[in-house]
């Protein structure tokens, strides 16, 4: 019953940098997964970056290395997806994921592995 809120999509040139916020709707006190992942028109949504923070791993896809990076805000309240040096491709819709550590987790990047999804934000990279 978690509740996930993005924010900061934009349309953007190629090169510039933008972040992408997501507000949790409660304080979570277990280990959990926070994920981002996208769409973009005719593909699968694809995961892009994520935490767990039981132990304080962080996963990138190998798409965005070395420009994108997610972080954690110290209440554990909102994630971040900094992006940075943005290109073309990078054009879709960010969601925001959640899911508790549990029995369900089935990789960073599987979509199953995660219970809540924000709405959406739409970055556009021209």
């Known amino acids: 019953h978690v509740q996930l809120v993005e924010s900061g999509g934009e349309s953007v040139q190629a090169g510039g940098s933008l972040r992408l916020s997501c507000d949790i709707s409660l304080y979570i006190y277990s280990s959990y997964c926070m994920g981002w992942f996208r769409q973009a028109p005719g593909k699968e949504r694809a995961a892009v970056a994520a935490h767990y923070t039981g132990t304080a791993t962080k996963y990138v896809a190998d798409s965005v290395k070395g420009r994108f990076t997610i972080s954690l805000g110290n209440s554990k309240t909102t994630v971040y997806l900094q992006m940075n040096s943005l290109k073309p491709e990078d054009t879709a819709m960010y969601y925001c994921?959640?899911?508790?550590?549990?029995?369900?987790?089935?990789?960073?990047?599987?979509?199953?592995?995660?219970?809540?999804w924000g709405q959406g934000t739409q970055v556009t990279v021209s």
């Open positions: 994921a959640f899911g508790m550590y549990g029995d369900n987790w089935h990789g960073w990047s599987s979509v199953s592995t995660y219970d809540a």
